[in-house]
């Protein structure tokens, strides 16, 4: 059963730019598809975007162009950059592993990581 | 974009009860939806993809039907390990979406 775990940063300031990090451990990251999403306190989901092991992403269209996600296939790690933060980019952020070989629905999970935008 | 919409918001019910939450697409997505399940302070489990099929390790308990843009996904037994938030998510287009959320409170 493969593991995730996501770090980074508690806190961001406004303007700058969220970096975040995700681990996969107990399976490859090969042939997979691998989401972020976040969820701000007490609303509901919201999906970034996936990055493919071979390094094809697709981003959701309302987040403009301000993401950025890559994947290092032999060490296992995701990253998740998000430019221009604003307080509406406080939430927690998970990142998922597609099930089986489709990028969606989600079946892995990491346990998340609260990021605070603020001054 | 995708809209889903959930009903009802809250739902109220009792250790055995049969409970049904209904999840509404603003278009068609044949059947490219699945259900999570949400605890307070966890990530999301998936329950059900592709609108009916159970998830590995999932209890029958559960099951989910529908398609085109109305869904439904049922407990038939209500445990008392499953009241929390259920999230539903269509994946049919460029994008994805969930559902604002539906939270099972006991009764």
């Known amino acids: 059963q493969v593991q995730l775990q996501e770090s980074g940063p508690g806190l961001v300031r406004p303007s700058e730019t969220l970096s975040l990090t995700c681990s996969v451990s107990g399976g490859s990251t090969t042939d997979n598809y691998w989401s972020w999403i976040r969820q701000p306190p007490g609303k509901t989901l919201e999906w970034i975007g996936y990055?493919?092991?071979?390094?094809?992403?697709r981003y959701n269209p309302s987040f403009k162009s301000r993401p950025t996600m890559s994947i290092d296939t032999p060490t296992g790690l995701l990253t998740l950059r998000l430019t221009s933060v604003t307080a509406a980019d406080t939430a927690v952020y998970y990142c998922?592993?597609?099930?089986?070989?489709?990028?969606?629905?989600?079946?892995?999970w990491g346990q998340g990581t609260l990021v605070a935008v603020s001054s | 974009d995708i809209l889903m919409t959930q009903s009802p918001s809250t739902l109220s019910a009792s250790v055995g009860d049969r409970v049904i939450i209904t999840c509404r697409a603003s278009q068609d997505i044949t059947t490219y939806l699945a259900w999570y399940q949400q605890k307070p302070g966890k990530a999301p489990k998936l329950l059900i993809y592709?609108?009916?099929s159970l998830e590995s390790g999932v209890p029958s308990r559960f099951s989910g039907s529908g398609s085109g843009t109305d869904f439904t996904l049922t407990i038939s037994s209500l445990q008392p390990d499953d009241f929390a938030t259920y999230y539903c998510q269509q994946y049919n287009s460029y994008s994805a979406s969930f559902g604002p959320g539906t939270t099972l409170q006991i009764k």
């Open positions: 592709r609108a009916s």
């Open positions: 998922a592993k597609g099930r089986q070989s489709d990028w969606l629905p989600m079946d892995s």
């Open positions: 990055v493919h092991s071979t390094g094809y992403t």
